[in-house]
């Protein structure tokens, strides 16, 4: 486990502890040794003026906000639906992998859970306009289907289009050259995607949309694996905007939630709506990058209550 881990996980179990503890004394022991004892304040003061410990209480404030407002709207059916998602594509190393990270099952459930409670929070705090729906409809291609041949270096890929310029048969050339043994033996083909697939490498996926149905690339498309031959084997027609209205809303969701400065105004929202307060003085700017600080805040108050009395 990397030590920034370790710290976040060390951190997360001390600040559970205070929570879980509340009402009893803040002298009882955490640590008990020859020539004295560490206690609960002792270790609360201590992580309480820590980066990781003011990150963490800030991750958990954020997490309850969202719980408080949005829990109905996700349920243990869907977060379980998607922890075993991620439990079936890594298998055995699942539990390494959590372990690695500082967590256990239901630790990361949580993690499903906040993240799914702020896909929620994207939906109903943000508003998508008809602009920029057209402006995602002009990206927005139907899912495709595509095959391809990797290999090494660029002039076998040369060789290969050669080849294909003289009537072989791209799946007999797969096999044969695809370094890709995931596919080489399937025609190289892979499985559909569009234009808001993030899996994919950039230079590939933007090679591929330009193909017509049974196109091929006639030059080398480099990427961070080698070089690819790519074929478009299946492109339905694009439709109309309408028709697909409901998929463009979900990508434009989707790289909302990849985008640092819509979250921020999201979550500053959702926080605003929680009437938090910290009762620990040396805490208050905590959430200063959402809220702004504890300090501008009374100002701006003092300000109003001025104007509002003249």
């Known amino acids: 486990m990397s030590k920034k881990f370790s710290r976040i996980v060390l951190t997360l179990a001390a600040f559970l502890s ?10 009882k022991a955490v640590v008990t040794m020859k020539g004295g004892k560490i206690t609960q304040e002792q270790l609360y003061q201590k992580m309480k003026k820590s980066q990781a410990g003011q990150q963490q209480l800030q991750q958990m404030v954020i997490a309850q906000a969202l719980k408080s407002q949005y829990g109905k709207d996700v349920s243990d059916k869907e977060v379980n639906k998607e922890f075993n998602q991620y439990k079936n594509k890594y298998g055995s190393q699942f539990k390494t992998l959590l372990q690695q990270n500082g967590m256990d099952a239901a630790d990361f459930k949580d993690t499903i859970r906040t993240q799914l409670l702020t896909k929620v929070a994207i939906r109903k705090e943000t508003k998508i306009t008809n602009a920029q729906l057209k402006k995602q409809w002009k990206k927005y291609t139907p899912k495709i289907t595509a095959q ?7 002039s076998t890929a040369k060789d290969v289009i050669k080849q294909l310029d003289n009537g072989a048969s791209f ?11 995931g596919t080489k033996n399937k025609g190289g083909k892979l499985p559909a995607f569009n234009n808001d697939d993030t899996s994919l490498d950039p ?23 080698g070089y690819h031959v790519i074929k478009m084997d299946k492109r339905p027609a694009k439709g109309t905007m309408k028709s697909h209205e409901q998929t463009l809303k979900n990508q434009i969701y989707a790289s909302r939630m990849n985008d640092s400065v819509t979250m921020q105004k999201v979550v500053a929202k959702v926080l605003k709506k929680s009437d938090i307060s910290i009762k620990d003085n040396d805490l208050k700017d905590v959430l200063s990058g959402f809220l702004g600080s504890n300090k501008a805040n009374k100002n701006n108050n003092a300000k109003s209550a001025a104007s509002s009395s003249k």
């Open 203 to 225: 230079n590939f996926k933007k090679a591929a949309l330009k193909l017509k149905q049974g196109q091929y690339t006639k030059d080398p498309v480099k990427s961070s694996y």
């Open 171 to 181: 799946d007999k050339l797969a096999k044969k050259y695809s370094t890709d043994s």
């Open 18 to 27: 205070i929570t879980l503890v509340a009402g009893c004394s803040s002298n």
């Open 148 to 154: 391809h041949i990797l290999v090494k270096d660029e």
